[in-house]
Protein backbone atom coordinates (compact mmCIF):
# COMPACT_ATOMS: atom_id res chain seq x y z
CA UNK A 1 0.00 0.00 0.00
CA UNK A 2 1.17 3.15 -0.98
CA UNK A 3 1.79 5.78 1.46
CA UNK A 4 -0.02 8.79 1.59
CA UNK A 5 -0.27 12.45 3.44
CA UNK A 6 -2.28 13.47 6.08
CA UNK A 7 -3.40 16.10 3.04
CA UNK A 8 -4.68 13.98 0.44
CA UNK A 9 -8.50 14.09 0.42
CA UNK A 10 -8.82 10.41 -0.87
CA UNK A 11 -6.73 9.35 2.20
CA UNK A 12 -8.09 7.58 5.43
CA UNK A 13 -6.70 7.97 8.83
CA UNK A 14 -6.89 4.77 10.97
CA UNK A 15 -7.01 5.82 14.45
CA UNK A 16 -6.82 2.69 16.80
CA UNK A 17 -8.32 1.98 20.12
CA UNK A 18 -7.17 -1.38 21.08
CA UNK A 19 -5.67 -0.27 24.32
CA UNK A 20 -8.03 1.65 24.71
CA UNK A 21 -11.61 0.83 24.08
CA UNK A 22 -10.56 -2.90 23.06
CA UNK A 23 -9.29 -3.22 26.54
CA UNK A 24 -12.59 -2.39 27.97
CA UNK A 25 -13.54 -6.09 27.04
CA UNK A 26 -14.11 -8.00 30.26
CA UNK A 27 -11.09 -9.74 30.88
CA UNK A 28 -9.00 -8.37 28.03
CA UNK A 29 -7.10 -6.06 30.80
CA UNK A 30 -3.10 -5.71 29.64
CA UNK A 31 -0.20 -4.73 31.78
CA UNK A 32 2.22 -2.46 30.98
CA UNK A 33 4.79 -4.55 29.42
CA UNK A 34 1.87 -5.96 27.04
CA UNK A 35 0.45 -2.81 26.47
CA UNK A 36 3.93 -1.99 24.99
CA UNK A 37 4.33 -4.40 22.51
CA UNK A 38 0.78 -3.88 21.12
CA UNK A 39 1.63 -0.02 20.58
CA UNK A 40 4.85 -0.69 18.59
CA UNK A 41 3.20 -3.42 16.83
CA UNK A 42 0.36 -1.21 15.72
CA UNK A 43 3.12 1.57 14.81
CA UNK A 44 5.06 -1.20 12.68
CA UNK A 45 2.51 -1.71 10.88
CA UNK A 46 1.50 1.83 10.19
CA UNK A 47 -1.43 2.99 12.27
CA UNK A 48 -1.67 6.80 12.10
CA UNK A 49 -2.99 7.16 15.81
CA UNK A 50 -2.47 5.18 18.70
CA UNK A 51 -5.54 5.57 21.47
CA UNK A 52 -3.31 4.91 24.46
CA UNK A 53 -5.38 5.30 27.01
CA UNK A 54 -8.18 6.81 29.39
CA UNK A 55 -5.15 8.45 31.81
CA UNK A 56 -7.40 9.81 34.67
CA UNK A 57 -8.66 6.09 35.17
CA UNK A 58 -6.01 5.15 37.05
CA UNK A 59 -2.41 5.45 38.00
CA UNK A 60 -1.74 2.57 35.89
CA UNK A 61 -3.66 3.97 32.71
CA UNK A 62 -1.70 6.96 33.26
CA UNK A 63 1.51 5.12 33.17
CA UNK A 64 0.73 3.11 30.22
CA UNK A 65 0.03 6.42 28.14
CA UNK A 66 3.18 7.86 29.41
CA UNK A 67 5.47 5.30 28.68
CA UNK A 68 3.95 4.67 25.23
CA UNK A 69 4.19 8.43 24.74
CA UNK A 70 8.10 7.83 25.32
CA UNK A 71 8.81 4.88 22.80
CA UNK A 72 5.76 5.39 20.14
CA UNK A 73 8.21 8.18 17.46
CA UNK A 74 6.08 8.04 14.02
CA UNK A 75 2.84 7.69 15.36
CA UNK A 76 0.32 9.91 17.12
CA UNK A 77 -0.29 8.88 20.65
CA UNK A 78 -3.98 9.69 22.20
CA UNK A 79 -5.37 9.93 25.63
CA UNK A 80 -9.09 9.99 26.43
CA UNK A 81 -10.69 12.36 28.11
CA UNK A 82 -14.25 13.49 29.29
CA UNK A 83 -15.11 17.12 29.67
CA UNK A 84 -13.53 17.54 33.16
CA UNK A 85 -10.82 19.65 33.86
CA UNK A 86 -9.33 16.80 36.20
CA UNK A 87 -9.84 14.49 32.53
CA UNK A 88 -8.28 16.76 30.09
CA UNK A 89 -5.15 17.57 32.61
CA UNK A 90 -4.44 14.38 32.82
CA UNK A 91 -4.26 13.09 29.36
CA UNK A 92 -2.13 16.26 28.58
CA UNK A 93 0.34 15.31 31.01
CA UNK A 94 0.58 12.12 30.41
CA UNK A 95 1.12 12.50 26.41
CA UNK A 96 3.77 15.41 27.32
CA UNK A 97 6.57 13.28 26.60
CA UNK A 98 5.53 12.14 22.81
CA UNK A 99 7.03 13.48 19.83
CA UNK A 100 3.09 13.65 18.38
CA UNK A 101 0.14 13.81 20.68
CA UNK A 102 -3.34 14.09 20.84
CA UNK A 103 -6.00 14.59 23.50
CA UNK A 104 -9.64 12.75 22.78
CA UNK A 105 -12.25 14.43 24.77
CA UNK A 106 -15.91 13.96 25.04
CA UNK A 107 -19.75 14.14 26.27
CA UNK A 108 -22.66 12.68 26.04
CA UNK A 109 -25.00 14.64 23.11
CA UNK A 110 -28.19 12.45 23.02
CA UNK A 111 -31.60 13.37 25.09
CA UNK A 112 -30.99 9.97 26.63
CA UNK A 113 -27.75 10.29 27.97
CA UNK A 114 -27.86 13.93 28.73
CA UNK A 115 -31.49 13.44 31.24
CA UNK A 116 -30.72 10.42 32.27
CA UNK A 117 -26.59 9.79 32.80
CA UNK A 118 -25.21 13.04 33.05
CA UNK A 119 -28.21 14.55 34.15
CA UNK A 120 -27.61 17.84 32.35
CA UNK A 121 -29.44 20.38 30.62
CA UNK A 122 -28.48 21.03 26.51
CA UNK A 123 -26.96 24.54 27.10
CA UNK A 124 -24.62 23.08 30.02
CA UNK A 125 -23.92 20.21 27.74
CA UNK A 126 -22.62 22.68 24.87
CA UNK A 127 -20.49 24.58 27.04
CA UNK A 128 -18.65 21.97 28.25
CA UNK A 129 -17.98 20.66 25.05
CA UNK A 130 -16.76 24.47 24.07
CA UNK A 131 -14.36 24.20 27.43
CA UNK A 132 -13.17 21.19 27.46
CA UNK A 133 -11.59 21.74 23.73
CA UNK A 134 -10.22 24.88 24.63
CA UNK A 135 -8.65 22.96 27.74
CA UNK A 136 -7.54 20.53 25.39
CA UNK A 137 -5.31 22.91 23.28
CA UNK A 138 -2.91 24.24 25.84
CA UNK A 139 -1.44 20.97 25.36
CA UNK A 140 -1.60 20.61 21.86
CA UNK A 141 -2.81 21.64 18.50
CA UNK A 142 -4.78 18.23 17.64
CA UNK A 143 -7.67 17.96 19.33
CA UNK A 144 -10.40 15.53 19.31
CA UNK A 145 -13.57 16.19 20.07
CA UNK A 146 -16.10 13.22 19.89
CA UNK A 147 -20.30 13.20 20.55
CA UNK A 148 -21.32 10.07 22.96
CA UNK A 149 -24.05 8.43 21.31
CA UNK A 150 -23.89 10.50 18.26
CA UNK A 151 -25.83 8.49 15.97
CA UNK A 152 -29.15 8.76 18.70
CA UNK A 153 -28.38 12.95 19.48
CA UNK A 154 -30.50 15.64 17.81
CA UNK A 155 -29.26 17.08 14.15
CA UNK A 156 -29.84 20.80 15.66
CA UNK A 157 -28.09 20.12 18.69
CA UNK A 158 -25.63 18.00 16.90
CA UNK A 159 -24.41 20.47 14.37
CA UNK A 160 -24.12 23.34 17.06
CA UNK A 161 -21.94 21.34 19.49
CA UNK A 162 -19.87 19.90 16.61
CA UNK A 163 -19.48 24.10 15.33
CA UNK A 164 -18.56 24.77 18.61
CA UNK A 165 -16.32 22.12 18.86
CA UNK A 166 -14.23 23.54 15.65
CA UNK A 167 -14.46 27.19 16.58
CA UNK A 168 -12.71 26.40 20.28
CA UNK A 169 -9.56 24.36 18.03
CA UNK A 170 -10.68 20.72 17.42
CA UNK A 171 -9.06 19.59 14.29
CA UNK A 172 -11.21 15.97 14.50
CA UNK A 173 -14.78 15.57 14.58
CA UNK A 174 -15.88 12.09 15.69
CA UNK A 175 -19.56 11.12 15.61
CA UNK A 176 -19.43 7.78 16.96
CA UNK A 177 -22.14 4.80 16.80
CA UNK A 178 -21.35 4.40 20.81
CA UNK A 179 -23.87 1.62 20.88
CA UNK A 180 -24.31 -0.13 17.57
CA UNK A 181 -27.78 1.21 16.79
CA UNK A 182 -27.33 2.48 13.39
CA UNK A 183 -27.74 0.72 9.72
CA UNK A 184 -25.43 2.48 7.04
CA UNK A 185 -27.39 4.08 4.89
CA UNK A 186 -28.57 6.08 8.08
CA UNK A 187 -25.35 6.52 9.11
CA UNK A 188 -23.69 7.84 5.78
CA UNK A 189 -26.88 10.84 6.07
CA UNK A 190 -26.12 11.21 9.34
CA UNK A 191 -22.32 12.17 8.10
CA UNK A 192 -23.42 14.30 4.81
CA UNK A 193 -25.76 16.00 7.08
CA UNK A 194 -23.17 17.27 9.31
CA UNK A 195 -21.00 18.39 6.45
CA UNK A 196 -23.70 20.00 4.55
CA UNK A 197 -25.00 21.74 7.55
CA UNK A 198 -21.95 22.92 9.93
CA UNK A 199 -20.59 25.64 8.51
CA UNK A 200 -16.92 25.17 9.37
CA UNK A 201 -16.33 21.76 8.86
CA UNK A 202 -13.79 22.23 6.11
CA UNK A 203 -11.54 23.03 9.29
CA UNK A 204 -11.93 19.56 10.82
CA UNK A 205 -11.74 16.23 9.60
CA UNK A 206 -14.38 13.65 10.52
CA UNK A 207 -14.10 10.55 12.02
CA UNK A 208 -16.39 7.45 12.70
CA UNK A 209 -16.27 5.11 15.88
CA UNK A 210 -18.92 2.04 15.68
CA UNK A 211 -19.48 -0.20 18.15
CA UNK A 212 -21.04 -3.66 16.79
CA UNK A 213 -24.04 -4.64 18.57
CA UNK A 214 -26.07 -5.37 15.42
CA UNK A 215 -23.10 -6.89 13.13
CA UNK A 216 -22.62 -3.89 11.37
CA UNK A 217 -19.21 -2.34 12.89
CA UNK A 218 -17.71 -2.35 9.61
CA UNK A 219 -20.50 -1.88 7.32
CA UNK A 220 -21.20 1.55 8.47
CA UNK A 221 -17.86 2.30 9.10
CA UNK A 222 -17.27 2.24 5.54
CA UNK A 223 -20.61 3.90 4.72
CA UNK A 224 -19.27 6.63 6.67
CA UNK A 225 -15.97 6.42 4.90
CA UNK A 226 -17.60 6.98 1.27
CA UNK A 227 -20.31 9.52 2.60
CA UNK A 228 -17.10 11.88 3.43
CA UNK A 229 -15.69 10.68 7.11
CA UNK A 230 -11.56 10.47 6.40
CA UNK A 231 -10.53 8.67 10.01
CA UNK A 232 -11.71 5.70 10.74
CA UNK A 233 -11.50 4.41 15.09
CA UNK A 234 -11.61 0.86 14.78
CA UNK A 235 -9.36 -2.43 16.50
CA UNK A 236 -7.11 -5.49 15.87
CA UNK A 237 -9.40 -8.50 16.05
CA UNK A 238 -12.38 -5.97 16.11
CA UNK A 239 -12.11 -6.24 20.07
CA UNK A 240 -14.18 -3.89 22.45
CA UNK A 241 -17.37 -3.76 24.77
CA UNK A 242 -20.20 -5.87 24.41
CA UNK A 243 -19.90 -6.84 20.72
CA UNK A 244 -16.71 -5.34 20.26
CA UNK A 245 -15.55 -2.61 18.02
CA UNK A 246 -15.48 -2.10 14.07
CA UNK A 247 -12.59 -5.12 12.98
CA UNK A 248 -9.63 -3.13 11.83
CA UNK A 249 -8.53 -6.10 9.45
CA UNK A 250 -11.71 -6.07 7.82
CA UNK A 251 -12.01 -2.36 7.23
CA UNK A 252 -8.26 -2.47 5.95
CA UNK A 253 -8.92 -5.44 3.52
CA UNK A 254 -11.97 -4.23 2.54
CA UNK A 255 -10.64 -0.96 0.89
CA UNK A 256 -8.14 -2.68 -0.49
CA UNK A 257 -9.92 -5.41 -2.07
CA UNK A 258 -12.81 -2.93 -3.28
CA UNK A 259 -10.58 0.22 -4.16
CA UNK A 260 -13.11 -0.38 -7.31
CA UNK A 261 -16.08 1.36 -5.86
CA UNK A 262 -14.14 3.15 -2.45
CA UNK A 263 -10.95 4.74 -3.74
CA UNK A 264 -9.45 5.80 -0.73
CA UNK A 265 -5.78 4.82 0.36
CA UNK A 266 -4.58 4.38 4.00
CA UNK A 267 -1.10 3.60 5.06
CA UNK A 268 -1.45 0.08 6.85
CA UNK A 269 1.39 -2.99 5.88
CA UNK A 270 -1.37 -5.42 5.32
CA UNK A 271 0.76 -7.98 5.51
CA UNK A 272 1.78 -7.40 8.97
CA UNK A 273 -2.18 -7.90 9.86
CA UNK A 274 -2.24 -11.87 10.85
CA UNK A 275 1.16 -11.13 12.83
CA UNK A 276 -0.70 -8.54 14.52
CA UNK A 277 -3.82 -10.41 15.34
CA UNK A 278 -1.74 -13.18 16.91
CA UNK A 279 -0.12 -11.26 19.21
CA UNK A 280 -3.45 -9.73 20.44
CA UNK A 281 -4.86 -12.61 20.41
CA UNK A 282 -1.90 -14.29 22.61
CA UNK A 283 -1.70 -11.34 24.71
CA UNK A 284 -5.46 -11.51 25.80
CA UNK A 285 -6.12 -15.10 25.81
CA UNK A 286 -9.33 -14.18 23.07
CA UNK A 287 -9.11 -16.49 20.96
CA UNK A 288 -10.30 -15.42 16.95
CA UNK A 289 -13.71 -17.71 15.88
CA UNK A 290 -12.35 -19.99 13.24
CA UNK A 291 -14.75 -18.13 10.82
CA UNK A 292 -13.82 -14.70 11.65
CA UNK A 293 -13.35 -12.51 8.18
CA UNK A 294 -9.76 -12.25 7.23
CA UNK A 295 -7.51 -13.90 10.36
CA UNK A 296 -9.91 -16.62 11.22
CA UNK A 297 -8.37 -20.12 11.07
CA UNK A 298 -10.91 -21.02 8.01
CA UNK A 299 -10.53 -17.66 6.44
CA UNK A 300 -8.75 -19.22 3.37
CA UNK A 301 -9.84 -22.59 4.43
CA UNK A 302 -11.87 -24.43 1.70
CA UNK A 303 -13.67 -28.21 2.11
CA UNK A 304 -16.32 -28.33 0.21
CA UNK A 305 -14.88 -30.26 -3.35
CA UNK A 306 -16.56 -27.89 -5.65
CA UNK A 307 -14.55 -24.87 -4.00
CA UNK A 308 -11.17 -27.64 -3.66
CA UNK A 309 -11.50 -27.70 -7.21
CA UNK A 310 -11.95 -23.72 -8.32
CA UNK A 311 -9.20 -22.71 -6.01
CA UNK A 312 -7.11 -25.59 -7.22
CA UNK A 313 -7.68 -24.43 -10.99
CA UNK A 314 -7.18 -20.54 -10.07
CA UNK A 315 -7.05 -19.60 -6.83
CA UNK A 316 -9.56 -16.45 -8.05
CA UNK A 317 -13.00 -18.33 -8.66
CA UNK A 318 -13.25 -18.26 -4.62
CA UNK A 319 -10.09 -16.01 -2.97
CA UNK A 320 -10.80 -12.48 -3.48
CA UNK A 321 -7.00 -12.13 -1.45
CA UNK A 322 -4.43 -13.81 -1.38
CA UNK A 323 -3.95 -15.38 2.11
CA UNK A 324 -0.06 -13.62 1.58
CA UNK A 325 -1.66 -10.13 1.70
CA UNK A 326 -2.57 -10.65 5.05
CA UNK A 327 0.95 -11.86 6.13
CA UNK A 328 -0.50 -15.89 6.22
CA UNK A 329 2.36 -17.40 5.25
CA UNK A 330 1.94 -20.59 3.08
CA UNK A 331 5.39 -22.05 3.52
CA UNK A 332 4.73 -25.85 5.12
CA UNK A 333 7.95 -25.93 6.10
CA UNK A 334 7.49 -28.26 9.65
CA UNK A 335 10.29 -28.08 11.87
CA UNK A 336 11.32 -31.31 14.07
CA UNK A 337 13.47 -32.28 16.95
CA UNK A 338 16.37 -32.08 14.37
CA UNK A 339 16.05 -28.70 13.34
CA UNK A 340 18.68 -26.31 14.74
CA UNK A 341 18.70 -23.29 16.07
CA UNK A 342 19.38 -21.06 12.81
CA UNK A 343 15.86 -22.81 11.49
CA UNK A 344 13.40 -21.91 14.39
CA UNK A 345 14.88 -18.20 14.24
CA UNK A 346 13.63 -18.08 10.63
CA UNK A 347 10.55 -19.34 11.45
CA UNK A 348 10.46 -17.21 13.93
CA UNK A 349 10.54 -13.81 11.65
CA UNK A 350 8.26 -15.77 9.04
CA UNK A 351 5.63 -15.62 11.97
CA UNK A 352 6.14 -12.23 12.35
CA UNK A 353 8.42 -12.71 15.69
CA UNK A 354 10.76 -10.79 16.39
CA UNK A 355 12.49 -11.14 19.88
CA UNK A 356 15.64 -10.80 21.90
CA UNK A 357 18.54 -13.27 22.33
CA UNK A 358 17.92 -14.38 26.03
CA UNK A 359 14.32 -14.69 24.96
CA UNK A 360 15.96 -16.65 21.57
CA UNK A 361 17.34 -19.15 23.81
CA UNK A 362 14.94 -19.77 26.14
CA UNK A 363 12.20 -20.02 23.57
CA UNK A 364 14.69 -22.59 21.35
CA UNK A 365 15.22 -24.80 24.59
CA UNK A 366 11.52 -24.90 24.71
CA UNK A 367 10.93 -25.71 21.25
CA UNK A 368 13.40 -28.31 21.41
CA UNK A 369 11.27 -29.98 24.56
CA UNK A 370 8.08 -29.73 22.63
CA UNK A 371 9.62 -31.20 19.44
CA UNK A 372 10.83 -34.15 21.77
CA UNK A 373 7.33 -34.85 22.42
CA UNK A 374 5.77 -33.61 19.29
CA UNK A 375 7.02 -35.42 15.37
CA UNK A 376 6.19 -32.27 13.53
CA UNK A 377 6.19 -28.61 15.45
CA UNK A 378 3.93 -26.52 12.91
CA UNK A 379 3.79 -22.82 12.55
CA UNK A 380 0.61 -23.00 15.23
CA UNK A 381 2.83 -24.75 17.37
CA UNK A 382 5.56 -22.06 17.10
CA UNK A 383 2.98 -19.70 17.48
CA UNK A 384 1.33 -20.89 20.57
CA UNK A 385 5.05 -21.74 21.84
CA UNK A 386 6.27 -18.11 22.00
CA UNK A 387 2.94 -17.05 23.60
CA UNK A 388 2.88 -19.20 26.29
CA UNK A 389 6.49 -18.02 26.93
CA UNK A 390 5.44 -14.25 26.89
CA UNK A 391 2.98 -15.21 29.77
CA UNK A 392 6.00 -15.99 31.89
CA UNK A 393 7.31 -13.63 34.15
CA UNK A 394 10.39 -13.71 36.26
CA UNK A 395 8.22 -11.24 38.73
CA UNK A 396 5.47 -13.83 38.82
CA UNK A 397 4.43 -14.32 42.77
CA UNK A 398 3.08 -17.94 42.03
CA UNK A 399 4.97 -20.24 39.61
CA UNK A 400 4.06 -23.93 38.58
CA UNK A 401 6.78 -26.67 39.69
CA UNK A 402 4.82 -29.91 39.63
CA UNK A 403 1.58 -31.22 38.86
CA UNK A 404 0.27 -34.99 39.37
CA UNK A 405 -3.13 -36.04 38.12
CA UNK A 406 -4.87 -39.78 38.84
CA UNK A 407 -8.32 -39.87 37.70
CA UNK A 408 -10.33 -42.06 35.14
CA UNK A 409 -12.75 -44.86 35.48
CA UNK A 410 -10.81 -46.80 38.32
CA UNK A 411 -9.38 -43.93 39.93
CA UNK A 412 -12.51 -42.00 41.91
CA UNK A 413 -12.58 -39.29 42.99
CA UNK A 414 -9.90 -37.95 40.15
CA UNK A 415 -6.88 -36.52 42.70
CA UNK A 416 -4.29 -34.09 41.85
CA UNK A 417 -0.93 -33.39 43.75
CA UNK A 418 0.56 -29.72 43.04
CA UNK A 419 3.37 -27.91 43.61
CA UNK A 420 3.82 -23.93 43.27
CA UNK A 421 6.40 -21.81 44.31
CA UNK A 422 4.60 -18.84 46.11
CA UNK A 423 6.64 -15.70 47.03
CA UNK A 424 10.16 -17.68 46.78
CA UNK A 425 8.84 -20.70 49.23
CA UNK A 426 7.30 -24.37 47.57
CA UNK A 427 4.40 -25.36 48.89
CA UNK A 428 2.73 -28.21 47.96
CA UNK A 429 -0.73 -30.32 48.39
CA UNK A 430 -2.96 -32.90 46.96
CA UNK A 431 -6.78 -32.47 46.56
CA UNK A 432 -10.15 -33.97 44.89
CA UNK A 433 -12.31 -32.60 42.59
CA UNK A 434 -15.44 -33.85 40.43
CA UNK A 435 -12.91 -33.81 37.47
CA UNK A 436 -9.31 -33.52 36.93
CA UNK A 437 -9.15 -30.09 36.05
CA UNK A 438 -11.67 -29.27 39.24
CA UNK A 439 -8.83 -31.31 41.80
CA UNK A 440 -6.16 -29.25 40.00
CA UNK A 441 -7.68 -26.19 40.55
CA UNK A 442 -8.56 -26.59 44.18
CA UNK A 443 -5.06 -27.55 45.00
CA UNK A 444 -4.10 -23.66 44.04
CA UNK A 445 -6.51 -22.65 45.74
CA UNK A 446 -5.75 -24.24 48.87
CA UNK A 447 -2.02 -23.48 48.15
CA UNK A 448 -3.12 -19.87 47.64
CA UNK A 449 -6.37 -18.70 49.08
CA UNK A 450 -8.29 -16.07 47.66
CA UNK A 451 -11.72 -15.09 46.55
CA UNK A 452 -11.61 -15.04 42.84
CA UNK A 453 -14.55 -17.05 40.71
CA UNK A 454 -13.81 -18.72 37.70
CA UNK A 455 -15.95 -17.34 34.97
CA UNK A 456 -14.31 -19.19 32.33
CA UNK A 457 -12.38 -22.34 30.74
CA UNK A 458 -11.26 -23.01 27.49
CA UNK A 459 -9.73 -25.71 25.57
CA UNK A 460 -8.47 -24.95 21.94
CA UNK A 461 -6.42 -27.82 20.18
CA UNK A 462 -3.28 -25.88 18.54
CA UNK A 463 -3.06 -27.93 15.69
CA UNK A 464 -4.80 -32.06 14.76
CA UNK A 465 -3.69 -35.00 16.15
CA UNK A 466 -3.61 -36.64 19.41
CA UNK A 467 -0.36 -34.95 19.68
CA UNK A 468 -1.52 -31.72 19.48
CA UNK A 469 -1.20 -28.63 22.35
CA UNK A 470 -3.43 -27.65 24.73
CA UNK A 471 -4.05 -24.03 24.54
CA UNK A 472 -6.44 -23.09 27.99
CA UNK A 473 -8.23 -19.83 28.39
CA UNK A 474 -8.73 -19.08 32.18
CA UNK A 475 -10.96 -15.88 32.97
CA UNK A 476 -11.22 -15.34 36.52
CA UNK A 477 -13.00 -12.47 38.58
CA UNK A 478 -12.79 -10.38 41.55
CA UNK A 479 -14.48 -7.52 42.71
CA UNK A 480 -15.59 -6.64 39.28
CA UNK A 481 -12.46 -6.90 38.00
CA UNK A 482 -11.59 -9.77 35.26
CA UNK A 483 -8.52 -11.49 33.75
CA UNK A 484 -7.78 -14.08 31.41
CA UNK A 485 -4.79 -16.03 31.68
CA UNK A 486 -2.89 -18.29 28.92
CA UNK A 487 -1.40 -21.76 29.55
CA UNK A 488 0.00 -24.01 26.46
CA UNK A 489 1.29 -27.57 26.61
CA UNK A 490 0.59 -30.94 25.05
CA UNK A 491 -0.69 -32.14 28.40
CA UNK A 492 -4.03 -30.73 29.14
CA UNK A 493 -3.57 -30.23 32.73
CA UNK A 494 -0.66 -28.96 32.77
CA UNK A 495 -1.96 -26.14 30.19
CA UNK A 496 -4.93 -25.21 32.94
CA UNK A 497 -2.40 -25.13 35.59
CA UNK A 498 -0.90 -22.78 34.10
CA UNK A 499 -3.82 -20.97 32.70
CA UNK A 500 -4.78 -20.55 35.99
CA UNK A 501 -1.68 -19.38 37.62
CA UNK A 502 -1.28 -16.78 34.80
CA UNK A 503 -4.68 -15.58 35.18
CA UNK A 504 -3.81 -15.33 39.82
CA UNK A 505 -0.81 -13.90 38.86
CA UNK A 506 -2.11 -10.89 36.93
CA UNK A 507 -5.66 -10.37 39.00
CA UNK A 508 -2.62 -9.57 41.84
CA UNK A 509 -0.66 -6.71 40.39
CA UNK A 510 -3.61 -5.84 38.40
CA UNK A 511 -3.74 -1.80 39.19
CA UNK A 512 -7.11 -0.23 40.82
CA UNK A 513 -9.52 1.00 38.58
CA UNK A 514 -11.86 3.55 39.45
CA UNK A 515 -13.87 3.28 36.00
CA UNK A 516 -14.99 6.16 35.80
CA UNK A 517 -18.56 6.83 34.38
CA UNK A 518 -18.90 7.30 30.61
CA UNK A 519 -15.71 5.29 29.40
CA UNK A 520 -16.69 4.43 25.79
CA UNK A 521 -16.70 7.65 23.89
Known amino acids: MSTQSDTDPNRVIIFDTTLRDGEQSPGCSMNLEEKLKI???LEGMGVDVIEAGFPIASPGDFEAVNEIAKVVKDAVVCGLARSGNMDVDAAGEALAPAERKRVHTF???SPLHMSVKLQMEPEDVHQAVIDSVTRARKYTDDVEWSAEDGTRTEHDFLCQCVESAIKAGATTINIPDTVGYTVPDEYAELIRMVMNRVPNIDKARISVHCHNDLGLAVANSLAAVSAGARQVECTINGIGERAGNASLEEIIMALRTRFDVMPFANNIITEKITPASRLLSGVTGFNVQPNKAIVGANAFAHEAGIHQDGVLKDAGTYEIMTPESVGLNKNQLVLGKHSGRHAFSAKLKELGFEIGD?????AFRRFKVLADKKKD???EDIIALVDDE????????????????KCGTVHQPPEAALELEIDGESKACSGTGDGPVDAAFNCIHELFPHTATLQLYQVHAVTEGTDAQAEVTVRLEEEGKTVNGQGADTDTMVASVKAYVHAL?????????????????
Open 358 to 362: NAMQD
Open 377 to 379: VFD
Open 390 to 405: AVLNANDRIKVLALEI
Open 505 to 521: NKLLVKREKTAPAALSA
Open 107 to 109: IST
Open 39 to 41: AKM
